[in-house]
């Protein structure tokens, strides 16, 4: 079998400061996040915008691994968690602090409208800074907000839900937190590198797109035990297809004669009923390994076949070909030529 891409656990000392900056920076989104939690009352909106700092911190952790050249998964795994640990505690910790000023006002003004004893503005004031010390902590604030609940529908409207639903809501906005700081710094640490140049192999080209006319195509491609079988693309009985196999490289920026990686893709085109296109893929291979010499019979393969295909087509609209032909297999010659 040919030999894929398999990380290496190994990782580079910048990993560490990177991490820093990065809870740094989640940290900060934190704080915008609740700010716009708190100003936006639409609980659809309030998804998106936990769907968007999930995709802030993956960046994060894709740029931490990067940074750190972490080739390692259970640490990838750690920088993703540590993200999403400091954006949800920064959240909550934020949100709490926020809500101080109000409960020593509350404090304060249930003292001056108190029937059983008269105190002065200043003892009220004095009386509501003592409460928020000792008595109004981060776990009250907590018991607080489950008790409270929020209201569904218009500010003001609807019914107050509180109590375990409390929970439920901060455990999905925590799960999607997670998954996507996780997610994007896991992403990272499979991305194909050089140890022997310590460089990420992250100059992505697409070498070719090949129609796919029959299952055999597919069979062709999966079959593969070997990189030369891996390179003998399958011939196309037709240009037109909806389906076709993505060859793509992965590959150090500059360093044509180093190893590159291959991924081939199922692409495959359809309409749904509103009329717009989707695009299903379905990886074939994954980071298949190229030596320089297969990195260059690959692009030479495509470009001849390319030049066949392009030659069937220009026959086909010339008409120098029968239009049952138009459907039929390429002609010998140029199935020899691919060859």
Not at 65 to 87: P, Q
Not at 88 to 95: D, I, R
Not at 310 to 339: F, K, M
Request: hydrophobic letters at 45%; proline letters at 3%; glycine letters at 8%.
């Amino acid at each position: 079998m040919f030999e894929t891409y398999k990380p290496s656990g190994g990782f580079g000392l910048m990993v560490l400061p990177a991490l820093l900056v990065g809870m740094i920076v989640a940290v900060a989104i934190s704080f915008l996040y609740q700010l716009l939690l708190n100003l936006i009352p639409f609980i659809y909106i309030n998804v998106l915008l936990t769907v968007g700092a999930g995709f802030l911190l993956s960046i994060i952790g894709i740029s931490i691994c990067s940074w750190g050249h972490c080739r390692n998964r259970m640490l990838g795994f750690l920088v993703g968690l540590m993200l999403a640990v400091s954006f949800l505690g920064a959240k909550f910790w934020f949100q709490y602090q926020a809500s101080i000023p109000e409960i020593r006002q509350a404090v304060v003004q249930e003292l001056l409208a108190s029937k059983d004893f008269q105190v002065t503005q200043e003892d009220a004031e004095k009386a509501a800074d003592s409460f928020v010390k000792t008595e109004y902590s981060f776990l009250e604030y907590i018991q607080m907000r489950v008790d409270q609940g929020w209201n569904i529908g218009r500010r003001g409207g609807g019914g107050p839900v509180a109590g375990w639903f409390v929970y439920l809501v901060w455990l999905i906005e925590a799960g999607i937190i997670a998954f996507m700081a996780i997610t994007g710094a896991l992403s990272q640490t499979a991305t194909p590198y050089s140890e022997k140049l310590s460089a990420w192999a992250n100059e992505e080209e697409i070498v070719m797109s090949l129609p796919i006319s029959d299952a055999e195509m597919v069979a062709q491609i999966n079959q593969a035990t070997t990189v030369d079988q891996l390179l003998e693309i399958p011939i196309p009985k037709t240009d037109q297809s909806n389906i076709f196999a993505i060859y793509k490289t992965n590959s150090i920026q500059g360093q044509e004669l180093e190893d590159a990686y291959l991924t081939v893709e199922l692409l495959e085109l359809s309409v749904n009923s509103k009329g717009e296109q989707e695009k299903t893929e379905t990886p074939l291979v994954t980071h298949a390994i190229l030596s320089s010499e297969k990195r260059k019979e690959l692009v030479e393969n495509a470009s001849l076949l390319q030049e066949a295909l392009a030659d069937y087509r220009q026959a086909v609209d010339d008409g120098s070909l029968e239009n049952d032909s138009a459907e039929g297999e390429l002609s010998d010659e140029e199935s020899s030529e691919q060859a």
